[in-house]
């Protein structure tokens, strides 16, 4: 007699019936996950009940693929079911696997998810047409085989098999156009998804193969996985070239990795790690194709290629897995964003993996600096995009170059090389460092204090969103508040500011709005004029801001700056005296325009410029 699913068990069913889903090759992890289980209750029953008579032999899973019936069997010989619990068990959506789509199966959305989580023994209907299950339980001297064809119900009969276990038996559907069902039956394909899926299942998955060896057919009992993780391992039993090897293969990539970073966690959430930082960035890194995460398992089962929740995003780089029996098989992406130990287990990585990068600092420099060559834009974004609230883990991570040697230094060792009287950590942008080096404004500062030089568009943001590094804060020397005089040399400028009041003013009409005022200054040493800017953003962050969506109206505030005891403030002064306002006005202009150039920054008026220019050429 045909007995009809439960309700909310016939809408799990049809889903997966009518899955649209394309991963339907998790069904083999979730039946493989399901016989697992089934061994592990058996050892634990001959473990405990000394009066079960079990015959002992090895505990196995085994794969039988049949091209000709197109069935794919799976067989354990576990605990097996009763007929009551096959009833229980196959009738009704499990307890723990599918209470995720009790809440939300209305919710055609969540379709999506599956194949994320275990979503148990349903999904078999994915990918089958009739679900044959025949249990033998250890607690019965009886078999019963358990037959389905879908949501229309199913039926229990009396089955034949002599062993304790469970046979399941998939009779696949046929293919379409886009689903070739048949793969299933394929050895590669069945072991590839052993590997990918279930390698670390700690029983034996075997499977009889067939090769040809000297145009013989050799047929071979193979065991499909591998059984032991390696990150179960401890770190002394493992060579390097084994975890070397082991993060090529796994996380498909052709060197090594920089560093090795294994943990063993007990405690109110225990959790076993190994992490890899790779050796150079994936070329899709900087892209929006790149996705970040860590491979999670639960006692070696895969429940997530890319847990994402586990990296935050300044770590983003970092590849491996997180083994953690605390977390249940059957968890949702939904709630694993909030899962309290998932996110403990992320804090703890973080930290590991922070403590790594510094140990890597300290010890080996050279390789450090290739790491930051490549991943160190992350680690910046990392404080900039939090507005500065990952600075404390980031911070001391940071490489800028120096004007010292143009070498890479770090903020602590800035500050360490401070000079007495130094309150600042001073710093200049540009698009190299060659550039930077020839910036009018560096040389008067460089003779003083060391500089960091910012090549990278977002440097002087991240700066400014930390505000200051350990209590020292960062000064742009393009900022008009640099100040490197003495009072005497402060009130002598000051002076000499307001005598040529008038003559700035009527420089400034020349310019109109491009500039906030003109003015004398000591900045420079050798050059005549520079650009500075006042208030939070500086001319080179106008540079990056323009290139940004809605960027495009943010301007520095500026203010042009000439040397003062460059002859050219003679000159100006002269002109200006002599009321020759019209070459007074072509100075400034021609000025101005040398400051832009030298800043990096385009002209509106080349040709007018280039005019002026031949005209005094030619006086
Ligand atoms: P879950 O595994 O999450 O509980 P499933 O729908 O996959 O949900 O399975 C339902 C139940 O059926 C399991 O909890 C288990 O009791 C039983 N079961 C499934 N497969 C087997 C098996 N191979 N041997 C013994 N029991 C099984």
């Given at each position: 007699m045909k007995k009809q699913f439960r309700a909310e068990s016939k809408k799990l069913l049809d889903m997966m019936i009518h899955?649209?889903?394309?991963?339907?090759?998790i069904f083999l992890r979730e039946l493989i996950s399901n016989a697992s289980d089934a061994l592990d209750k058996l050892s634990y029953e001959s473990l405990t009940n000394k009066e079960m008579k079990i015959k002992k032999k090895e505990l196995e899973i085994r794969l039988i693929p049949d091209k000709e019936a197109r069935t794919l069997t799976i067989i354990d010989n576990g605990i097996g079911m009763t007929k009551e619990e096959l009833e229980e068990n196959l009738g009704?959506?499990?307890?723990?696997?599918s209470e995720l789509f009790k809440e939300n199966?209305?919710?055609?959305?969540?379709?999506?998810?599956?194949?994320?989580?275990?979503?148990?023994?349903?999904?078999?209907?994915m990918v089958s047409d009739k679900v044959e299950v025949t249990s033998h339980s250890v607690y019965d001297d009886k078999a019963y085989t358990w037959t389905s064809t879908g949501a229309d119900g199913y039926t229990i009969k009396e089955g034949s098999q002599d062993e304790n276990g469970t046979t399941i038996t998939l009779y696949l559907k046929e293919n379409t156009e886009e689903e070739k069902y048949d793969e299933f039956l394929e050895d590669f394909k069945l072991e590839g998804l052993i590997k990918k899926y279930s390698d670390y299942i700690h029983y034996p998955i075997r499977m009889m193969t067939v090769y040809t060896e000297d145009e013989k057919e050799v047929e071979e009992d193979r065991t499909l996985n591998s059984m032991v993780p390696i990150w179960h391992k401890k770190k002394k039993e493992v060579k390097e070239e084994e975890y070397n090897d082991f993060y090529i293969d796994k996380f498909y990539d052709y060197e090594k990795p920089l560093r090795i970073i294994q943990s063993d966690v007990e405690g109110l959430t225990s959790y076993k790690a190994l992490l890899f930082i790779p050796s150079h960035a994936p070329f899709d890194y900087y892209s929006k194709n790149f996705e970040k995460g860590l491979q999670l398992y639960s006692r070696g089962v895969l429940i997530m290629d890319k847990c994402s929740d586990l990296l935050p995003d300044h770590f983003s780089f970092v590849k491996g897995i997180v083994d953690s029996?605390?977390?249940?098989?059957?968890?949702s992406r939904e709630t694993l964003q909030d899962n309290h130990k998932l996110g403990i287990i992320a804090k703890s990585l973080e930290t590991k993996i922070r403590k790594e990068l510094e140990v890597m600092l300290d010890e080996d420099r050279d390789e450090y600096e290739k790491f930051y060559n490549d991943f160190g834009m992350q680690l910046k974004y990392g404080i900039y995009s939090s507005y500065g609230m990952n600075k404390e883990t980031l911070q001391d991570l940071l490489l800028f170059y120096s004007s010292h040697d143009k070498k890479y230094i770090t903020l602590k060792e800035y500050r360490e090389r401070m000079v007495d009287g130094q309150d600042k950590i001073y710093y200049a942008c540009g698009e190299s460092l060659d550039k930077i080096d020839l910036l009018p404004q560096v040389e008067r500062v460089k003779e003083k204090y060391e500089i960091l030089y910012l090549t990278n568009s977002m440097d002087e943001f991240v700066l400014k969103s930390m505000n200051d590094y350990n209590s020292t804060s960062f000064l742009n020397i393009s900022d008009e508040s640099l100040d490197l005089d003495s009072e005497e040399e402060k009130e002598s400028l000051k002076k000499a500011n307001d005598e040529a009041k008038d003559m700035f003013s009527s420089m400034k009409e020349a310019l109109g709005s491009d500039v906030e005022r003109v003015q004398f200054t000591h900045k420079l040493k050798n050059h005549p004029v520079c650009l500075t800017s006042k208030g939070e953003v500086s001319v080179e962050m106008e540079k990056t801001l323009k290139e940004m969506?809605?960027?495009?109206g943010i301007k520095a505030q500026t203010i042009m700056e000439i040397?003062?005891?460059?002859p050219i403030a003679e000159k100006l002064k002269a002109l200006y005296q002599e009321e020759n306002k019209e070459e007074l006005a072509q100075y400034t202009k021609i000025l101005y325009a040398q400051a832009r150039l030298i800043e990096g920054l385009s002209l509106d008026n080349p040709t007018e410029i280039s005019n002026l220019v031949c005209e005094i050429l030619a006086k």
């Open positions: 899955s649209i889903y394309t991963n339907k090759e009704t959506i499990a307890k723990s696997g199966m209305s919710d055609d959305k969540n379709m999506s998810i599956i194949g994320q989580f275990g979503v148990g023994f349903y999904s078999a209907f029996e605390d977390i249940s098989l059957n968890i969506p809605n960027g495009e040397n003062e005891s460059h």
